[in-house]
């Protein structure tokens, strides 16, 4: 069993950075768990955002970050790290923390544990 917890959204203007982190805790985390960010829009599914394997050397994106986001962890804080530089309106949602055995998935059907989720919000 593993506990996550979103933190560091909030509003910001278009073009600006915010770092969000995922604190986990309980079991065991560095070895075992593909940790992953993804969001939801009011009236939208809930979307991949980036991923980051159990070492913290593979990573992957969505194709609407990519350039703009850096996802990263440190296994001695069990901790997930989301950087996000030039955000956009479209970048509005809310932003929740995923954790799954095994390797890289975009399904949020996958992921067995999340986080409460934290509000980034982008004003134009």
């Known amino acids: 069993q593993v506990q996550l917890a979103e933190s560091g959204g909030g509003l910001v203007q278009a073009g600006g950075s915010l770092r969000l982190s995922c604190a986990a805790s309980g079991r065991t985390f560095s070895n075992y768990y593909f940790m992953a960010w993804f969001r939801q829009a009011p009236g939208k599914e809930r979307e991949f955002v980036a991923g980051v394997g159990q070492s913290g050397g593979s990573t992957n994106y969505a194709d609407s970050v990519k350039g703009r986001f850096t996802i990263s962890r440190d296994n001695a804080k069990n901790t997930v790290f989301l950087q996000m530089n030039s955000l956009k309106a479209e970048d509005t949602a809310v932003y929740y923390c995923?954790?799954?055995?095994?390797?890289?998935?975009?399904?949020?059907?996958?992921?067995?544990?999340w986080g409460q989720g934290t509000q980034v919000t982008v004003s134009s």
């Open positions: 995923g954790a799954r055995f095994g390797g890289w998935s975009a399904w949020p059907g996958g992921y067995g544990y």
